[in-house]
């Protein structure tokens, strides 16, 4: 289940649009969240990693070949956990 | 590098053979997969993104040091989050952490009777992640490990209970009490 607006780089404003500065409020989007679970899941999704982590890794594990993580993808949205 | 009981970080059934062909090995593999959820816990357990980088950091050298010693009995998944929350349970406890929680504070949470059942609205703003940390900051560590995990999907509660060292029926009945917890407190961040 994804929030009812989510945000996502493809429902961005372009960067070069000059919104008024009056229009913020009307531009922004109420997300609804059924669950805690969604809204972490999404948070998570959103949290930008540092690259100052990867340069740590390679400059502690030299031989390794650390490439950047992964961006959560449509596939790895929430979904409601399966009952066990 | 901070310092942690060393047997936290054992993978389970570590003390024998070595890793078995299934076993996970390539941990530039491991980093780029489970990276994200590595630093989102350690930056939502330790509420400062400077501290979950090294933590992060500190996690996945922990990490490549034992992967031979692991031995593909529990999903690799399982293995970092443990690693991850006793990395982090360590800090907070060696920092003595500002918000230190009695057992009187658990009771008033798990009595506090909340409107967990409707809908968490959210104006979207650069504030989310504010409002999610100063949320989780109030809530005892139990709870705030539980929601973090269960935010997880590919977690089961039975791996939950796994990382958390407790049964499943406790991870079900704190979990009840910490989403109310959560969605009371929540709503007045807004």
Known sequence: MKPKNPKSSSSKPPSEVQ?????????????????????????????????????????????????????????????????? | MSQENPASSQPPGSATAASPPSAPNDFATIYQEHGRQVYYVALRML??????????????VKVYRNLDRFRGESCIRTWLYRITMNHCQNLLKSWQHRNIHSNADDAIWETSVGP???????????????????????LPVEYRKLLLLVADQELSYEQIAQITEQSVDAVRGKLHRARKAFAQHFRTTS
């Open chain 2, 47 to 60: 509420g400062d993104p400077a501290q979950a980088e090294d933590a992060t950091h500190d996690v996945f």
């Open chain 2, 116 to 138: 967990e059942e409707s809908p968490l609205e959210v104006l979207e703003t650069q504030e989310l992640g504010g409002r999610i940390q100063k949320t989780l900051d109030v």
């Open chain 1, 19 to 84: 919104l008024k500065p009056d229009a913020s409020q009307e531009m922004q989007q109420v997300l609804t969240f059924e669950t805690v679970e969604e809204l972490l899941s999404y948070d998570r999704s959103e949290t930008v990693i540092p690259e100052r982590i990867i340069r740590k890794l390679r400059h502690a594990m030299p031989g390794q070949d650390i490439l950047p993580i992964k961006p959560m993808g449509a596939e790895t949205a929430w979904k409601p956990r399966a009952k066990d």
